[in-house]
């Protein structure tokens, strides 16, 4: 990892990272609100018409529990599009960004090898969607502990479904990277990143509002996060084990591939 890179990434992003992290802590605390005003009523509701309660489960959360409530967070197109601009974003501005502005032959030009800059690029986005993560659920705690129902939540698990959540976005920036090296402009990474995530993303929200189509979210990232099921029962080892995987196949694949690229002159 290169420490100049990496402190100049830091530079770069010092007002970006505290807008999006006050961003996610407000999102976190609306969650339980949400909850403590609506979600006992529309319980009663439901438990009236049991035919609705498969529709009111998006994305594997719904407004019911406090659990729930946040794993509906998570979910949330709100919560993805904000860590996307550390997950997605910032890995496909760091390298096919640079190569189409011109400017990635003058980072390369300075003593860091491709490998050293890429690293260092995966390690700062990793920090910045985990201060991200952290940020949502210091907002879940304070709305939880604000409307009085925190001790509906296991506090203790929380970590783990840091854990959790960092791990899914990690895997998402891992992809995101490896696209970026394997283009010399950003329209085609950024379309297959984008491609593999909204895909992904409608694969779990369509298998959890139509059981017929349950199978079908064993293909999306999002269904490895489980927020809720963390929450109640703790760490998922599997889902866990899956994630890391996916990131780690796709460093594999641009470790692979980042150094061995022709970087042609940019038309």
């Known amino acids: 990892m290169s420490l100049a890179v990496f402190r100049h990434t830091l530079r770069q992003n010092r007002v970006t990272l505290p807008v999006i992290a006050g961003a996610m802590v407000v999102w976190g605390t609306l969650m339980p609100i ?23 489960q998006f994305g594997g959360g719904n407004i019911f529990t406090l659990p729930g409530s946040v794993a509906l967070g998570f979910i949330h ?30 980072v390369l030009a300075r003593p860091v090898s491709r490998l050293r800059y890429m690293f260092t690029l995966f390690v700062a986005g990793a920090l910045f969607v985990s201060v991200a993560m952290a940020a949502t659920l ?21 970590p783990l479904l840091w854990l959790h959540g960092t791990l899914l976005y990690l895997a998402i920036l891992a992809i995101a990277l490896a696209m970026s090296v394997s283009f010399d402009r950003m329209a085609p990474a950024a379309s297959i990143t ?5 895909i992904s993303y409608f694969l779990q929200v369509l298998g959890s509002l139509w059981p017929d189509a349950a199978w079908l979210q064993e293909y999306s990232l999002f269904f490895y996060l489980k927020p809720e099921k963390v929450l109640v029962e703790g760490i998922q080892p599997l889902d866990l084990a899956l994630l ?6 796709a460093i594999a694949y641009a470790r692979l591939v980042f150094p061995r690229r022709d970087l042609a002159a940019p038309a």
């Open 194 to 198: 984008l491609a593999i995530v909204l």
């Open 34 to 56: 949400i909850y403590s005003t609506f979600g006992v009523t529309l319980r009663d509701i439901i438990n009236q018409f049991p035919v609705l309660e498969q529709f009111m």
């Open 77 to 106: 197109p709100i919560a993805i599009a904000l860590l996307a601009v550390y997950a997605i974003a910032y890995p496909l501005s760091g390298v096919a960004g640079e190569r189409q502005r011109g400017t990635l032959e003058i």
């Open 138 to 158: 210091v907002g879940t705690a304070i709305g939880a502990g604000a409307m009085g129902v925190l001790g509906e939540l296991r506090v203790e698990n929380l």
């Open 244 to 249: 890391a995987v996916v990131a780690l196949v």
